[in-house]
């Protein structure tokens, strides 16, 4: 079975840092592009950024631009989101998902105390 799941996340301070990771398993990994959302208590789920297959093309919200990396291994099946400069907007359930066909892992809470 398709099954995504993230990991990674905790309780970190303002201006902070850290790493998710998204195990990927039961599809070929490599030919879809990996995105991370995240969606906050109260408010809609948002795009985050996104990785296209060979780590050619990333894509990021303009609220992350400069503060978070995406990146991936295909050899580990497994999409990662370094998070720097945390605030506290930035607390929210964070989702990994591929591109086009829409599998989602269950999330995992990162929380920026203030």
């Known amino acids: 079975q398709v099954q995504l799941v993230e990991s990674g996340g905790g309780l970190v301070q303002t201006g902070g840092s850290l790493r998710l990771s998204c195990v990927a398993s039961?599809?070929?990994?490599?030919?879809?592009?990996m995105s991370w959302y995240r969606q906050a208590p109260g408010k809609e789920r948002e795009f985050v950024a996104s990785?296209?297959?060979?780590?050619?093309?990333?894509r990021y919200a303009d609220s992350v631009k400069g503060r978070f990396g995406i990146s991936r291994d295909n050899a580990k099946n497994t999409a990662y989101l370094q998070m720097n400069s945390l605030k506290s907007e930035d607390t929210a359930v964070y989702y990994c998902?591929?591109?086009?066909?829409?599998?989602w892992g269950q999330g995992t809470q990162v929380t920026v105390s203030s």
């Open positions: 990785i296209t297959s060979y780590g050619d093309v990333t």
């Open positions: 039961g599809f070929t990994f490599s030919i879809y592009t």
């Open positions: 998902k591929t591109v086009p066909l829409s599998f």
